[in-house]
Protein backbone atom coordinates (compact mmCIF):
# COMPACT_ATOMS: atom_id res chain seq x y z
CA UNK A 1 0.00 0.00 0.00
CA UNK A 2 2.00 3.31 -1.28
CA UNK A 3 0.29 5.39 1.57
CA UNK A 4 -2.07 8.92 0.58
CA UNK A 5 -0.47 10.62 -1.88
CA UNK A 6 -0.55 14.64 -3.14
CA UNK A 7 0.44 16.11 -5.77
CA UNK A 8 2.23 18.05 -6.96
CA UNK A 9 4.98 18.21 -3.81
CA UNK A 10 5.26 22.03 -4.80
CA UNK A 11 3.14 24.24 -6.18
CA UNK A 12 4.25 28.39 -7.26
CA UNK A 13 1.14 31.01 -8.73
CA UNK A 14 1.24 34.17 -9.56
CA UNK A 15 -2.03 35.62 -7.90
CA UNK A 16 -4.25 35.38 -9.70
CA UNK A 17 -3.94 32.15 -11.21
CA UNK A 18 -5.60 28.54 -10.09
CA UNK A 19 -4.33 25.78 -7.94
CA UNK A 20 -5.30 22.61 -7.91
CA UNK A 21 -4.02 20.05 -5.77
CA UNK A 22 -4.51 16.25 -5.66
CA UNK A 23 -4.81 13.55 -3.03
CA UNK A 24 -5.27 9.92 -3.92
CA UNK A 25 -6.25 8.25 -0.28
CA UNK A 26 -4.66 4.88 0.75
CA UNK A 27 -6.25 1.63 -1.05
CA UNK A 28 -10.05 1.32 0.21
CA UNK A 29 -10.12 4.38 2.19
CA UNK A 30 -13.01 6.46 1.38
CA UNK A 31 -12.84 9.41 3.86
CA UNK A 32 -10.76 12.73 2.83
CA UNK A 33 -9.73 15.33 5.05
CA UNK A 34 -7.80 18.22 3.58
CA UNK A 35 -5.95 20.84 6.33
CA UNK A 36 -3.88 23.85 6.13
CA UNK A 37 -0.72 24.90 7.54
CA UNK A 38 0.47 28.30 7.16
CA UNK A 39 3.84 29.28 8.72
CA UNK A 40 5.03 29.02 12.34
CA UNK A 41 1.37 27.51 12.86
CA UNK A 42 -0.39 23.78 13.44
CA UNK A 43 -2.76 21.87 10.72
CA UNK A 44 -6.16 23.35 10.50
CA UNK A 45 -9.15 21.07 8.92
CA UNK A 46 -10.47 22.75 5.97
CA UNK A 47 -12.88 20.09 4.59
CA UNK A 48 -14.50 16.37 5.18
CA UNK A 49 -15.39 14.64 1.80
CA UNK A 50 -16.83 11.25 1.15
CA UNK A 51 -17.25 10.08 -2.07
CA UNK A 52 -18.98 12.47 -4.19
CA UNK A 53 -20.00 13.85 -0.81
CA UNK A 54 -18.97 17.01 1.04
CA UNK A 55 -19.36 16.02 4.81
CA UNK A 56 -18.23 19.20 6.56
CA UNK A 57 -16.96 22.13 5.01
CA UNK A 58 -16.82 24.60 7.89
CA UNK A 59 -12.85 24.78 7.49
CA UNK A 60 -12.94 26.26 3.82
CA UNK A 61 -12.85 30.04 3.52
CA UNK A 62 -15.96 31.16 1.97
CA UNK A 63 -14.85 32.27 -1.59
CA UNK A 64 -12.33 30.61 -3.81
CA UNK A 65 -11.70 27.58 -2.40
CA UNK A 66 -13.56 23.97 -3.31
CA UNK A 67 -13.09 20.69 -2.91
CA UNK A 68 -14.43 17.46 -4.31
CA UNK A 69 -13.95 13.96 -4.12
CA UNK A 70 -15.38 12.41 -7.25
CA UNK A 71 -16.48 8.55 -7.72
CA UNK A 72 -13.55 7.46 -9.64
CA UNK A 73 -10.34 9.80 -9.42
CA UNK A 74 -8.22 11.91 -6.56
CA UNK A 75 -9.83 14.61 -4.36
CA UNK A 76 -9.18 18.24 -5.36
CA UNK A 77 -8.40 20.58 -3.59
CA UNK A 78 -9.37 24.19 -6.29
CA UNK A 79 -7.94 27.70 -5.28
CA UNK A 80 -9.19 30.11 -7.71
CA UNK A 81 -7.40 33.81 -7.78
CA UNK A 82 -4.85 33.02 -5.73
CA UNK A 83 -3.58 35.60 -3.62
CA UNK A 84 0.18 36.03 -0.93
CA UNK A 85 -2.28 34.50 1.87
CA UNK A 86 -2.90 31.21 -0.11
CA UNK A 87 0.87 30.15 0.67
CA UNK A 88 0.73 27.21 3.37
CA UNK A 89 1.57 23.61 3.06
CA UNK A 90 -1.85 21.95 2.05
CA UNK A 91 -2.33 18.10 3.86
CA UNK A 92 -4.54 15.37 2.82
CA UNK A 93 -5.60 12.58 4.98
CA UNK A 94 -7.56 9.25 4.89
CA UNK A 95 -9.29 7.26 7.16
CA UNK A 96 -11.19 3.37 6.20
CA UNK A 97 -14.43 4.64 7.94
CA UNK A 98 -15.58 7.46 9.87
CA UNK A 99 -15.27 5.33 12.94
CA UNK A 100 -17.43 3.60 15.29
CA UNK A 101 -19.53 4.90 18.78
CA UNK A 102 -17.12 6.46 21.08
CA UNK A 103 -14.09 6.22 18.70
CA UNK A 104 -12.54 7.32 15.56
CA UNK A 105 -10.34 5.84 13.33
CA UNK A 106 -6.86 7.21 12.58
CA UNK A 107 -6.34 9.44 9.66
CA UNK A 108 -3.10 8.99 7.44
CA UNK A 109 -1.59 11.95 6.43
CA UNK A 110 -0.09 12.40 2.58
CA UNK A 111 3.17 14.52 2.17
CA UNK A 112 1.74 17.58 1.48
CA UNK A 113 1.71 20.01 -1.25
CA UNK A 114 3.66 23.51 -0.41
CA UNK A 115 2.20 26.34 -2.36
CA UNK A 116 3.89 29.62 -2.97
CA UNK A 117 1.86 32.37 -4.28
CA UNK A 118 4.13 34.78 -5.95
CA UNK B 1 -13.85 26.73 22.10
CA UNK B 2 -12.12 23.52 21.12
CA UNK B 3 -8.24 23.68 21.40
CA UNK B 4 -5.12 21.99 21.36
CA UNK B 5 -2.19 23.83 23.51
CA UNK B 6 1.31 23.01 23.07
CA UNK B 7 2.88 25.44 24.80
CA UNK B 8 6.80 25.03 23.78
CA UNK B 9 7.78 25.72 20.41
CA UNK B 10 11.36 23.52 20.76
CA UNK B 11 12.70 21.73 23.44
CA UNK B 12 16.10 20.55 23.56
CA UNK B 13 16.86 17.98 25.52
CA UNK B 14 20.42 15.63 25.92
CA UNK B 15 20.70 12.13 24.88
CA UNK B 16 19.57 9.57 27.85
CA UNK B 17 17.68 12.48 29.80
CA UNK B 18 14.19 12.26 30.21
CA UNK B 19 11.78 14.09 28.21
CA UNK B 20 8.42 15.18 28.26
CA UNK B 21 6.37 17.05 25.60
CA UNK B 22 2.96 18.92 27.15
CA UNK B 23 -0.43 18.74 25.65
CA UNK B 24 -3.32 20.21 27.42
CA UNK B 25 -6.36 20.73 25.81
CA UNK B 26 -10.04 22.22 25.74
CA UNK B 27 -12.97 20.60 24.61
CA UNK B 28 -16.74 20.26 25.88
CA UNK B 29 -17.68 15.65 25.48
CA UNK B 30 -15.07 13.35 25.21
CA UNK B 31 -12.28 13.09 22.50
CA UNK B 32 -9.94 11.33 21.45
CA UNK B 33 -6.70 12.07 21.92
CA UNK B 34 -3.58 11.30 19.33
CA UNK B 35 0.63 11.97 19.39
CA UNK B 36 1.82 12.69 15.52
CA UNK B 37 5.33 12.80 14.75
CA UNK B 38 6.96 14.01 11.27
CA UNK B 39 10.57 13.25 11.02
CA UNK B 40 12.80 15.84 8.95
CA UNK B 41 11.79 15.79 5.40
CA UNK B 42 8.92 12.79 6.01
CA UNK B 43 4.70 12.89 6.28
CA UNK B 44 3.17 12.88 9.63
CA UNK B 45 2.42 9.46 11.23
CA UNK B 46 0.39 8.47 14.51
CA UNK B 47 2.90 8.06 17.55
CA UNK B 48 0.29 6.87 19.75
CA UNK B 49 -3.75 6.81 20.62
CA UNK B 50 -4.91 7.20 24.06
CA UNK B 51 -7.19 4.57 23.76
CA UNK B 52 -4.81 2.09 22.45
CA UNK B 53 -2.68 2.79 25.54
CA UNK B 54 0.28 1.34 24.02
CA UNK B 55 3.70 2.22 24.64
CA UNK B 56 5.35 3.09 20.66
CA UNK B 57 9.79 3.76 20.46
CA UNK B 58 9.68 4.24 24.37
CA UNK B 59 7.04 6.91 23.83
CA UNK B 60 4.09 6.77 26.28
CA UNK B 61 1.25 9.37 27.04
CA UNK B 62 -1.74 9.15 30.10
CA UNK B 63 -4.84 10.80 29.23
CA UNK B 64 -5.64 13.13 32.41
CA UNK B 65 -8.92 14.62 31.89
CA UNK B 66 -9.05 16.48 35.55
CA UNK B 67 -6.16 18.56 33.82
CA UNK B 68 -7.24 17.96 30.14
CA UNK B 69 -3.56 17.27 29.56
CA UNK B 70 -1.85 14.71 27.28
CA UNK B 71 1.51 14.70 27.89
CA UNK B 72 4.07 12.68 26.20
CA UNK B 73 7.01 11.19 27.85
CA UNK B 74 10.03 9.10 27.00
CA UNK B 75 12.31 8.34 30.19
CA UNK B 76 15.80 8.15 28.00
CA UNK B 77 15.54 10.00 25.10
CA UNK B 78 17.55 8.87 21.56
CA UNK B 79 19.20 11.25 18.64
CA UNK B 80 16.87 9.75 16.70
CA UNK B 81 13.63 11.05 18.20
CA UNK B 82 14.41 14.83 17.51
CA UNK B 83 11.42 15.72 14.87
CA UNK B 84 8.10 17.42 15.02
CA UNK B 85 5.35 16.24 17.64
CA UNK B 86 1.97 17.63 16.78
CA UNK B 87 -1.16 16.52 19.79
CA UNK B 88 -4.15 16.19 17.98
CA UNK B 89 -7.88 15.69 19.00
CA UNK B 90 -11.01 14.24 17.81
CA UNK B 91 -14.76 13.99 18.30
CA UNK B 92 -15.90 10.70 18.98
CA UNK B 93 -19.25 11.77 16.87
CA UNK B 94 -19.78 13.94 13.99
CA UNK B 95 -17.39 14.63 11.73
CA UNK B 96 -13.88 13.39 13.63
CA UNK B 97 -12.07 16.23 12.04
CA UNK B 98 -9.17 16.60 14.06
CA UNK B 99 -8.17 19.72 16.09
CA UNK B 100 -4.13 20.41 16.31
CA UNK B 101 -2.12 21.80 18.30
CA UNK B 102 1.07 24.36 17.02
CA UNK B 103 3.77 21.66 17.30
CA UNK B 104 6.65 21.17 19.57
CA UNK B 105 10.45 20.43 17.83
CA UNK B 106 12.18 18.17 19.79
CA UNK B 107 16.07 18.30 19.76
CA UNK B 108 18.14 15.75 21.11
CA UNK B 109 21.46 16.63 21.95
CA UNK B 110 24.59 14.06 21.44
Known amino acids: NAGVMQNPRHLVRRRGQEARLRCSPM?????VYWYRQLPEEGLKFMVY????????ESGMPKERFSAEFPKEGPSILRIQQVVRGDSAAYFC????????????????FGPGTRLTVL | AQRVTQPEKLLSVFKGAPVELKCNYS??????LFWYVQYSRQRLQLLLR??SRESIKGFTADLNKGETSFHLKKPFAQEEDSAMYYC????????????FGTGTRLKVLA
Open chain 1, 93 to 108: ASSPRQGRIGSTDTQY
Open chain 1, 27 to 31: KGHSH
Open chain 1, 49 to 56: LQKENIID
Open chain 2, 27 to 32: YSGSPE
Open chain 2, 50 to 51: HI
Open chain 2, 88 to 99: ALSSTSGTYKYI
